[in-house]
């Protein structure tokens, strides 16, 4: 089974508009961390947000916040007011406790903001 | 700068050569992490060192992969007899340690294509 899944191969959203980035996560562990990356066409890997399996609040981070809904083992990334420099591919990925020395990565979301 | 540094940014080989990539991880990291992003995926783990410890080599897909690390510094990843499913895009990343809830911050990537 996939540990980390992200349903949307691309979404299109217009700028100024808010958006959902899907993320279900699978794991036994009870201590875990959940993180978003964004990559844009440079290729870099861009950290924009963190959520542990504890915090009893959802990461924010600018305009970033992560929807944990923990018993559905749930993760969306929303980016409210989107702005066209957000068109890139979001990752979302997992550290378990277990195997602290790796991320386990999604296959990603393309998002494309338009005028 | 003081983000992770890798090189080549770029790197074009024959088939059955061997390649060395590079990886200069961020001052005072003591985890170093190489993943690999084939064309439209998401990124695998590889290997990861921490401090002095035995690295963590359980991503390597085959024995013609291996990596060093210096002390807490600069790290290479090798690849012998390259073949043409080599051909991905390389990135390191690093972090202050291994915990569970420690961001890793990732470098440009080498770009690898093996003809």
């Known amino acids: 089974a996939q540990k980390i899944t992200q349903t949307q191969p691309g979404m299109f959203v217009q700028e100024k508009e808010a958006v959902t980035l899907d993320c279900t996560y699978d794991t036994s562990d009870p201590s875990y961390g959940l993180f978003w990356y964004k990559q844009p066409s440079s290729g870099e890997m861009i950290f924009l947000i963190y959520q542990g399996s504890y915090d009893q609040q959802n990461a924010t981070e600018g305009r970033y916040s992560l929807n944990f809904q923990k018993a559905r083992k749930s993760a969306n990334l929303v980016i409210s007011a989107s702005q066209l420099g957000d068109s890139a591919m979001y990752f979302c990925?997992?550290?378990?406790?277990?195997?602290?020395?790796?991320?386990?990565f999604g296959k990603g979301t393309m998002l494309l903001v338009s005028p | 700068g003081a983000g992770v540094s890798q090189s080549p940014s770029n790197k074009v080989t024959e088939k059955g050569k061997d390649v060395e990539l590079r990886c200069d991880p961020i001052s005072g990291h003591t985890a170093l992490y190489w993943y690999r992003q084939r064309l439209g995926q998401g990124l695998e783990f590889l290997i990861y060192f921490q401090g002095n410890s035995a690295p963590d080599k359980s991503g390597l897909p085959s024995d013609r992969f291996s990596a060093e690390r210096t002390g807490e510094s600069v790290s290479t990843l090798t690849i012998q007899r390259t073949q043409q499913e080599d051909s991905a895009v390389y990135l390191c990343?690093?972090?202050?340690?291994?915990?569970?809830?420690?961001?890793?911050?990732f470098g440009p990537g080498t770009r690898l294509l093996v003809l």
């Open positions: 990343a690093s972090s202050l340690d291994s915990t569970s809830g420690e961001t890793q911050y």
């Open positions: 990925a997992m550290r378990e406790k277990s195997g602290y020395s790796t991320l386990t």
